[in-house]
């Protein structure tokens, strides 16, 4: 018998009011629920106190590399956490979109945040701004931990994947978590809490677990710097968000609520097509994947009217292969619903839209949490309001046919907000006009045509690359977006100042800043030798005539303007001009330290500007300056360690006008073993 109690400034609870949880394929008992009366004041102070702190002394990407770890400590457990999950209702497909693909989430994040952002403790975002003629005032936008805590409320549907999904990225911003699952299956989202807290590799007070149905005046002690992150129905996300205290001190509240979704048939498919079997697979497989409890099932199938009764029959013959059964056979494709208590709801809601449409399939029930795929027909979506408004959560799909494209584009608009939609078709111009059109009213939307089908991820897929989330009564939230995921959770800030003093208070040389001029070559130099801000000013080299030919003659660029002298006068420089390219080669005779040392490679460019013509006769000097540097992970196959540098580059001419401008990444020889080698 599995415990769900709380984990509260550092201490599982051990007492309490207790309930069991019961299986949803057998109903039996599979755990206790233990629901103790809780002090949130003091969980809020010590995650804020205790776990906060220790958190935010971090970079980013040392935090980043302790949830890769702990995705890594977490996916050796695997098949204990696919056992549990049986009892939710879930096959073993609908599991590992849960527990593997929450995972995988984690460890995306992770991945993201480490490729992106800096390492520090705070982001250093985009470029500096420049505020004044002379480059004396300067503005740079920074993103921040906030010294608050993020409360996590999550669904039912995936007692997992929700909980990784909000869990990583607030503490890769520096955020401490309180995580409330639903109760129904809260048993499977605590095993894997345990292990979370029994690997250490999180600080103490980095998290904290909620066991209760309500969150008692939790949200009564949340301030400015506080987050709440919520997945769920939409009435209860607005009844939460109401709360006064988000109210009144503006607590940054992400709502993302389960969506009446579409998918839309385009009217340049017949049935022959590839984009129709694709279009039915896809709509049955979202009605039996976790027995269509998912935020972004497809609760409204829109096709093209000569097509309805094609779409009814193929999807019936879909639907009869997929009976539910129990879920640890390997031959079920869909188990029953996450409880009794879901089915019935799941009832309700669906005598709701029988009474505006048309029943064309409905499949065998079976006691208690099992019940049959449903198949209604709404035959006038754009004038009946119900099924744009009416959710039921389970594995059904209304059916609306459509005139013309405008009339698609009406229907999956009327819903007003979704989490995803999705088009299939082989006209590129109609996705093109679809896409446009129901672009403002969907957080993502798929197209797929026989090109893309092959390795798509699925209509109902969240990917942790690309944002989750969506307007209207999808909450108007966003999650997710690989790094982004993590600045959601951040305060981003505008600095300033001088661009010395903005240099100095973010850790990242800003153009116009200060320099230090080195003593010895920063390609002498090992990692943690390098200083953000040091400078090496190289020797000048003089550009003649023969350098432009020969840099022609030797890469066969021979444009006019640095070849023909006659077309070079009547171009914008009015005479021969050397080649960018010569110029961008010619510095990196004058910076690079032609001997070995710990600079192992350069392996890129960014930014690369060409600001001002060089003309033979024209002498160039460059001055190459330390601008951000970021420690990597030592791997098996790797020799040595090392990190990254970012060397900004500004080549002048003899009359100190710019001439050009890049950045150049190279890989440095660390000397020190770090806690993330591994």
């Known amino acids: 018998m599995i415990h769900v109690s709380s984990y509260s400034c550092g201490k599982w609870t051990d007492t309490g009011k207790e309930s069991e949880l019961y299986s949803a394929v057998n109903g039996k008992p599979v755990a206790v629920f233990q629901e103790s009366e809780l002090d949130y004041a003091a969980m809020c102070r010590y995650a804020k106190e205790v776990g906060g702190p220790k958190i935010r002394e971090l970079t980013i990407h040392e935090r980043a590399f302790k949830i890769k770890f702990l995705a890594q400590h977490l996916l050796k457990q695997k098949e204990k956490y696919y056992n549990i999950s049986t009892h939710t209702g879930a096959t073993r497909r609908d599991s590992w979109i849960d527990i593997e693909g929450g995972i995988l989430t984690a460890f995306g994040i992770s991945s993201q945040a480490r490729r992106n952002l800096s390492d520090l403790p705070w982001h250093v975002e985009g470029p500096e701004v420049t505020l004044s003629r002379k480059g004396t005032f300067t503005g740079q936008h920074i993103c921040v931990p906030r010294p608050g805590v993020s409360v996590q409320i999550n669904a039912f549907n995936f007692p997992v994947w929700g909980m990784l999904e909000k869990l990583a990225p607030a503490f890769i911003a520096g955020l401490p978590s309180i995580i409330k699952p639903s109760p129904t299956g809260s048993y499977l989202a605590c095993s894997v809490f345990r292990d979370i807290i029994s690997s250490g590799i999180l600080p103490e007070g980095s998290v904290q677990f909620i066991a209760a149905d309500v969150p008692g005046d939790l949200f009564d002690h949340l301030t400015s710097q506080d987050m709440v992150a919520f997945t769920g129905s939409a009435a209860t996300g607005r009844k939460l968000k109401a709360h006064p205290s988000i109210i009144a001190n503006s607590v940054h509240f992400n709502l993302e609520a389960d969506s009446l979704n579409c998918s839309i048939l385009g009217e340049d498919v017949s049935p022959n097509m590839e984009e129709f079997d694709l279009f039915i697979r896809e709509v049955a497989n979202e009605m039996t994947v976790k027995t269509g409890q998912k935020c972004t099932a497809i609760r409204r199938t829109i096709v093209p009217e000569h097509l309805l009764d094609d779409v009814i029959s193929a999807l019936r013959i879909r639907l009869e292969n997929s009976p539910p059964g129990d879920p640890s056979q390997k031959e079920t494709r869909m188990g029953p619903l996450a409880s009794p208590e879901q089915a019935k709801r799941f009832e309700e809601q669906c005598q709701q839209l029988q009474e505006v449409t048309e029943s064309v399939y409905a499949g065998a029930a ?35 046919p459509y ?10 608009n009327k819903a007003d907000g979704s989490l995803a939609g999705s088009l299939f078709t082989n006209d590129d111009e109609i996705a093109k006009k679809i896409v446009m059109a129901c672009a403002p009213y969907h957080g993502r939307f798929m197209v797929i045509n026989r090109q893309s089908a092959g390795e798509s991820t699925g209509h109902g897929a969240p990917i942790a690359s690309l944002v989750h989330g969506g307007p209207g009564r999808a909450g108007g939230g966003e999650e997710l977006g690989g790094y982004r995921a993590v600045l959601h959770n951040m305060q981003r800030v505008a600095l300033q100042g001088s661009p010395t003093t903005l240099r100095n208070i973010t850790a990242q040389h800003i153009k116009g800043a200060g320099t230090e ?37 030797l890469t066969g660029d021979h444009f006019y303007a640095h070849t023909d002298p006659d077309a070079a006068a009547r171009s914008m420089f009015g005479k021969i001009v050397a080649h960018g390219y010569f110029v961008l080669s010619a510095t990196a005779g004058l910076f690079v330290y032609p001997y070995e040392g710990p600079v192992l490679l350069n392996y890129g460019l960014e930014d690369l500007r060409f600001t001002a013509p060089v003309f033979p006769g024209d002498t160039i000097q460059a001055k190459l300056i330390v601008k951000r540097k970021t420690r990597r992970q030592k791997r098996e196959t790797d020799k040595d360690p090392y990190g990254m540098v970012w060397f900004a580059v500004e080549v002048t001419n003899q009359e100190n006008v710019l001439v050009a401008e890049y950045t150049i990444l190279t890989l440095v020889k660390r000397k020190e073993k770090l806690d993330i080698d591994r």
Do not use: Q, W
Request: charged share 30%; net charge negative.
């Open 366 to 400: 079976i006691n208690g949490a099992f019940t049959g795929a449903k198949l209604l027909v709404c035959h006038k979506p754009i004038e009946t309001d119900t099924v744009h408004r009416v959710e039921a959560f389970g594995p059904l799909t209304t059916i609306m």
């Open 403 to 412: 005139k013309t494209t405008e009339e698609a584009i009406a229907i999956a």
């Open 517 to 553: 001029e080195a003593s010895v070559h920063p390609f002498k130099k090992y990692f943690e030798e390098l200083r953000v801000g040091e400078a090496l000013t190289t020797e000048k080299r003089t550009v003649t005539d023969k350098d432009v030919k020969d840099f022609a003659h």
